[in-house]
């Protein structure tokens, strides 16, 4: 039975409201101990002045396999995954073919056992194809793994579908994951509609259009007792919307990217294409929102939603890039600089949006430090400073927005089952 130490870290696990200076014991993959003793063990790894946190798990990511693989890869993915905290990731499900089939959830699983990297979630389509008509085989996909079902950044716009699609995901016990944004109100619309983008003479996409799809899914989980769990949103309203919904008792659960914590409008004067992202930037007024949201409790997690592009892609023309930003490898950095350093969270209420809540969205057992659980640990350097460097990117996306900046906080450590699977020098 192998076995293994980490010695001395601050031992961090929001779900046991645990937070302490402690030895972690690792027996055969699972987590048998954690004492202030030091048993004798294989394998040491000393942790002093870091932080150990469950393992990181990010509700969407792109990993573009099948068919997108010149932007990214299952084992390129997983790896930038690793190198950023995560253990286990949801895949989006647009690729091509979309994931609206048994098989092709399944293929998911099978490329990221293939790659041996971190744990990976399929997420199947609620619409064949994402065309928005006609429903996918939503137990099927279930049945092939799939964890929850969205159609990535292409909102469903029938009400009579979403609806449909929030009462069978209910009987199998599944989220719907749901972009929320109004096609006809965003049609042709390159960043948030109000003073910069008159100025800057690019057309906009009104926060209204996040909205009114936000209050039409809401109201649909009220019909439907379905879950909902709103991606990526980005406005005030939104935001008190979430908040009215919680307190009727509404099943509706939402998250928020780094990028629309740590940016707003204002960043788009220098035309930088990575800054193109879906919902936009949005001002300060909805940023301030977005982080009293993450304080008072009503958003529920922080997602990365990776979303990376060949180099070539984010090259041209501001109106010819497509929407995305490669964040994964950078996202608790840029959320521990912005929360942490900027004294509106602790360290135990970041992780709690990074672990044990999105676990807890997705209905699986991760994201915790419970005694017998798989040893799905990040070992977190909470003093490090580093410059971003996409050429250290383990992703192929080096489309980054924070490319030269100076962040805070670094992983240095990430374990999947026991195992050290990535380890920075």
Known sequence: MAT????????????????????????????????????????????QGMIVSPGLVDLHVALRDPGGEEDEGTASGTKAALAGGFTTIAALPDTNPVVDNRASAEFVILQAERAGYCRVVPLGAITRNHQGEELADLGQLAAGGAGGFTDANRAVQSAEIMRRALEYARMLNRPIFAVPQDATLSAGGLM??????????????????????????????????????????????????????????IRVTADVTPHHLAMTDASLVTYDTNLKVLPPLRSQEHVDALIEGLRDGTI????????????????????????????????????????????????????????????????????????????????????????????????????????????????????VAGEVRFSRQ
């Open 192 to 249: 948030h509609e109000g003073y910069y983008s008159t100025v800057l003479g690019l057309r906009g996409i009104p926060a209204a259009a996040e909205e009114i799809i936000v209050g039409r899914d809401i109201a649909l989980a009220e019909l439907t007792g379905g879950h909902v769990h709103l991606m990526n949103i980005s406005t005030r309203n939104s935001v008190e919307e979430l908040k009215r919904a919680k307190g009727m008792g």
């Open 300 to 415: 529920d997690s922080i997602s990365s939603d990776h979303r990376p592009f060949a180099s070539e892609k984010k090259s041209r023309e501001f109106d010819q890039v497509p929407f995305g930003v490669s964040s994964i490898e950078t996202a608790l950095a840029v959320v521990a600089t912005v929360l942490v350093d900027g004294g509106l969270l602790d360290w135990p209420d970041l992780l709690r949006l990074l672990t044990v809540n999105p676990a807890k969205i997705l209905g699986i057992e991760a994201g915790t430090l419970d005694i017998g659980r798989p040893a799905d640990l990040a070992l977190i350097d909470p003093a490090a400073h580093w410059i971003v460097d996409t050429r250290q990117f383990y992703s192929r996306g080096h489309n980054t927005p924070f490319k030269g900046k100076t962040l805070r906080s670094r992983v240095m450590k990430t374990i």
């Open 4 to 47: 293994m130490l980490i010695q001395g870290g601050r031992v961090i696990d929001p779900a046991n409201q645990l937070d302490q200076l402690l030895n972690l014991v690792i027996e055969d993959g699972v987590i048998a101990e954690i004492t202030t003793g030091i048993p004798r063990t294989d394998e040491v790894i000393m942790a």
